[in-house]
Antibody, heavy 120, light 108 residues
């Protein structure tokens, strides 16, 4: 059973950079699949942030593209999210997940999520 | 970007009754649609993919139908553990991957 676990600071100051890592177990990222980040503001719906393939190829949500960097570290079997210049609107639960395929992907495995609050 | 619209926003159902949730896409997504269930404080869980295929371990109470722009998730006989928020997601045309706004199924 593939398992994903998010980690990172729960509190980030406005204008700073949010940094999260997703550790993957029971599956080697190098073996394939896209891996992604999704967020959910408190009481609201789900928003796809971006995804990365094991070779580093990325797709980003255009609405966030100027502020996002997603990277992968196959040696540690993990991938990461950086979101710069954060505001209160970036307060959300951030999930990492595996995408089921390359062409027509849904999210088949999810991390438990981590709440990130943007506040001074 | 394909916009996904779910209705109703809230559905009040008695235990044992059938629940029917709708999801509409702003343009055809073929059968590339997934449904997720989310309970408070938990991550979403995959229920259905390919519009009608149940994910591993998902009860036969859950069924999905539709193609193109109109989709339905049916829960045949609601159990207490089924009260949750349900999201649809299209993956036919990406990026971006897009979700509907969700339907909350609550106890009547």
């Amino acid at each position: 059973q593939v398992q994903l676990q998010e980690s990172g600071p729960g509190l980030v100051k406005p204008s700073e950079t949010l940094s999260l890592t997703c550790a993957v177990s029971a599956y080697s990222i190098s073996s394939g699949y896209y891996w992604g980040w999704i967020r959910q503001p408190p009481g609201k719906g789900l928003e796809w942030i971006g995804s990365i393939y094991h070779n580093g190829y990325t797709y980003y949500n255009a609405s966030l593209k100027s502020r996002i960097t997603i990277s992968v570290d196959t040696s540690k079997n993990q991938f990461s999210l950086k979101l710069s210049s954060v505001t209160a609107a970036d307060t959300a639960v951030y999930y990492c997940a595996r995408l089921s395929g390359s062409y027509y992907p849904y999210f088949d495995y999810w991390g438990q999520g981590t709440l990130v609050t943007v506040s001074s | 970007e394909i916009v996904m619209t779910q209705s109703p926003a809230t559905l009040s159902v008695s235990p044992g009754e059938r629940a029917t949730l709708s999801c509409r896409a702003s343009q055809s997504v073929s059968s590339n649609l997934a449904w997720y269930q989310q309970k408070p404080g938990q991550a979403p869980r995959l229920l259905i993919y390919g519009a009608s295929t149940r994910a591993t371990g998902i009860s036969a109470r859950f069924s999905g139908s539709g193609s193109g722009t109109e989709f339905t998730l049916t829960i045949s006989s609601l159990q207490s553990e089924d009260f949750a928020v349900y999201y649809c997601q299209q993956y036919n045309n990406w990026p971006p991957l897009t979700f509907g706004g969700g339907t909350k199924v609550e106890i009547k």
